[in-house]
C-alpha cells in the first residue's frame, strides 16, 4: 500500500502525522506540518499512500492545476516526507519524518499497519500526532494544548492531559495506539481553538503546537514569523468584533468563563467572522 522510491537512511527519528479530515480546529495540525516542512532541512517526499480509492471524494477532493501548458489532476494521497531539524546551538538536530495528507474513508487497520510497518523500518524512536479541536473558549487567551499519550511516563510529561474521553476517534489517534503498541512511544497534541473562529485558519494554535512541540521534543524551530502572524491575527479578530458589539458582548462572556446561553450564538460569530474577511483566514 504505501508506495516508496528509496528508503531514506535515518538516525531514530521521529514521527509526525497530521490528517485533515474529521477534525483539524483552526488548521492547527495541517499548518503545523506545512510549517515543519519548510525547516526541515535536505527536505525529501519518499513515499506516498495513494487514497483514491478509499476516499468520499465528494468531501475529499482532487486538485487541478497547471504544469506548463498541462492541466494535471493531483489525488488525495497521504505523504511521507524526511529530512533533519537543526539542533541549533544545544545540539546536532534530529532527524523527522511527515505524514500528511487527507483521512480516508475505508480501510484504516490496512493503513495503519502500512505506517507502522514504515515506522519500523526506518527506526523511528517516537511518535507525535497534531491536531486542533473546537472548543468554548476565548481568543484573547493563551491556546491550551491538551495532550495524550501512550505511556504513563510520557503522559507525565504533558500535562494538561485531555480528559477521558469515549466515543467516535479519528484515523491519527489510532495511529497513534497502534504505534504505540508496536513499541514506539507517542503523544497526542491538540490546540484547543475557539469554537467561533475554529472553521478558519488560527496561527496562534499552530504557533501553539509548534511550541509544545518544540518544549516536548527538544527541535530547533524558528517561531518568530508566526508571532507575527499571530498578532495580526488578533488584531483583526478584534476589528471585526468592534463592529458587532452584540457578538462581542458573548466573547467577552467566554472570555470570562461565564458560558451561560453563549452556545446559542456560536454560530453567528463564526459566521459574521468569515463575512469579515471574505472567508479568508481571519
Not at 16 to 26: E, N
Not at 219 to 229: E, G, T, V
Not at 238 to 250: C, F, I, N, T, W
Request: charge should be negative.
Amino acid at each position: 500500500m504505501l508506495s516508496v522510491e528509496r528508503w531514506p537512511e535515518l538516525t531514530e527519528p521521529l514521527i509526525v502525522v497530521a490528517l485533515s479530515g474529521w477534525v483539524d480546529a483552526g488548521g492547527a495540525g495541517a499548518g503545523a506540518m506545512a510549517a515543519l516542512s519548510e525547516q526541515l532541512e535536505g527536505a525529501r517526499v519518499f513515499g506516498s499512500i495513494d487514497v483514491t480509492e478509499m476516499a468520499d471524494l465528494q468531501q475529499t477532493r482532487p486538485v487541478a492545476r497547471w504544469d506548463g501548458s498541462d492541466r494535471v489532476i493531483d489525488w488525495p494521497r497521504i505523504t511521507f516526507e524526511c529530512g533533519r531539524i537543526s539542533g541549533g546551538r544545544e545540539g546536532a538536530g534530529r532527524d523527522v519524518v511527515l505524514a500528511r495528507g487527507p483521512e480516508p474513508s475505508l480501510r484504516w487497520p490496512t493503513i495503519t499497519s502500512a505506517v507502522v510497518d514504515a515506522a519500523r523500518r526506518l527506526g523511528v524512536r517516537q511518535a507525535v500526532t497534531l491536531g486542533g479541536i473546537p472548543a468554548l473558549v476565548s481568543h484573547r487567551k493563551a491556546v491550551v494544548i491538551a495532550a495524550s499519550a501512550t505511556q504513563r511516563s510520557l503522559a507525565q510529561e504533558l500535562v494538561p492531559l485531555r480528559p477521558d474521553y469515549a466515543g467516535p476517534t479519528g484515523l491519527q489517534t489510532v495511529m497513534l495506539r497502534a504505534l504505540g503498541d508496536s513499541g514506539i512511544p507517542g503523544s497526542g497534541l491538540w490546540a484547543q481553538v475557539p469554537q467561533y473562529v475554529s472553521g478558519s485558519p488560527s496561527p496562534p494554535a499552530i504557533r501553539a503546537l509548534l511550541g509544545r512541540l518544540v518544549e516536548v521534543y527538544h527541535l530547533d524551530l524558528d517561531l518568530r514569523a508566526l508571532d507575527d502572524r499571530s498578532q495580526a491575527y488578533l488584531r483583526r479578530v478584534e476589528a471585526g468584533l468592534a463592529a458587532r458589539p452584540d457578538v462581542k458582548s458573548v466573547v467577552d462572556q467566554i472570555d470570562e468563563r461565564q458560558e451561560g446561553s453563549t452556545g446559542d450564538l456560536v454560530a453567528e460569530i463564526e459566521q459574521f467572522l468569515r463575512s469579515q474577511n471574505g472567508g479568508d483566514e481571519p
